[in-house]
């Protein structure tokens, strides 16, 4: 992906009644002394220095390895801001490559699994479609609380109309087969699937209108990761590397460290930092990007438009 991706304008819908819901506090800013990174997965690393960047709590509370990813690269391992810091500036030029690569090669996973998981949803039961979105209002960590409270509704209503369907079936194979059946049979056999048509009509709208609810936010491929056990039974456990969620949050590891690595090395260049500079700035880095939610989900909205552009490609 590169460069600053295009979004269009999304049209606004309608809301449905919502309850009063608290809204969890804001965190303290952090103080503007380091540069801001882009979220994006652009290959190209990022060269100059900014404002530093703020950011709000999730709605329900996440460490940072759920926003962030493994915790190799955030913190031990080989290919740690730590480890990468003792490496000579050569050093640190390959290795930008290396996980350059390495992040291209994850993002390109990524975005078939999302393909293939889009595929599935759309395929599936609206009996299916309704317990993922239900799942998700109550897991995601990326909703706000007045998007989960209005996604909560319509999945309540997708779940009383499969109940109100279900009774109708039963009933409908309690009665007699038409062809032995006397008219009164066949007129009352007509009013129920009368009824059990209305009821999967409201029950397939109440879906639709959820999954735009959330598309329209920016958050389905944070959907499909979620509920990807749900969509594809045959799926990875979730949170695992093979699994969607697990490859995401490590598609935003490799980006965070690309893009900090990126940023230590052109500004050297340019301002000729000290190793004290360079270990302050990786400091006030990590602690934003640990609390800036609203990176991750530009990360994820990216993500969504990329799938979106390869599926009419």
């Known amino acids: 992906m590169t460069g600053k991706i295009e979004r269009p304008p999304t049209a606004a819908r309608a809301k449905v009644e ?3 819901v608290e809204t969890p506090a804001k965190t303290a800013a952090i103080a503007p002394t380091a540069s801001k990174v882009k979220t994006g ?4 690393a990022p060269a100059t220095l900014g404002a530093g960047t703020t950011g709000n709590h999730v709605a329900i509370s996440a460490r940072p390895d759920t926003l962030w990813g493994s915790a190799e690269r955030r913190g031990g391992g080989p290919d740690s801001p730590a480890e990468i810091m003792k490496l000579s500036p050569a050093q640190q030029t390959e290795k930008l490559a290396q996980l350059t690569a390495q992040r291209d090669e994850l993002q390109a996973k990524v ?3 999302i393909s293939q ?3 599935k949803f759309e395929n599936s039961p609206t009996k299916t479609k309704a317990e993922a979105l239900k799942e998700y209002a109550e897991v995601s960590e990326q909703l706000d609380p007045e998007t989960r409270q209005e996604l909560r509704q319509m999945a309540r209503q997708a ?3 499969q109940h109100r369907i279900d009774r109708l079936v039963a009933r409908r194979e309690g009665m007699p087969p038409s062809r032995n059946a006397t008219p009164e049979t066949k007129a009352a056999r007509a009013a129920l ?18 999954t735009k609810v959330v598309d329209d936010e ?4 944070d959907r499909l990761a979620v509920t990807e056990q749900i969509i594809d039974p045959s799926a990875p456990k979730p949170g695992t590397d093979g699994s969607l969620l697990g490859m995401v949050k490590n598609l935003f590891s490799f980006n965070w460290i690309t893009e900090w690595l990126g940023t230590i090395i052109s500004s050297r260049k340019e301002k000729k930092l000290d190793l004290e500079q360079d270990k302050q700035l990786l400091e006030q880095l990590l ?5 800036d939610q609203a990176a991750k989900r530009e990360g994820l909205r990216e993500l969504a438009i990329e799938a979106s552009a390869r599926k009419r490609a």
């Open 111 to 113: 975005l078939e699994r």
């Open 193 to 210: 699937a009368a009824e059990l048509r209305a009821a999967r009509k409201e029950q397939r709208d109440a879906v639709k209108e959820a």
């Open 287 to 291: 602690v934003n990007h640990q609390r």
């Open 18 to 20: 919502r309850t009063q």
């Open 159 to 161: 779940e009383q109309a």
């Open 41 to 44: 997965f652009s290959s190209e």
């Open 218 to 221: 920016g958050l389905k491929v």
């Open 117 to 119: 998981l889009d595929i």
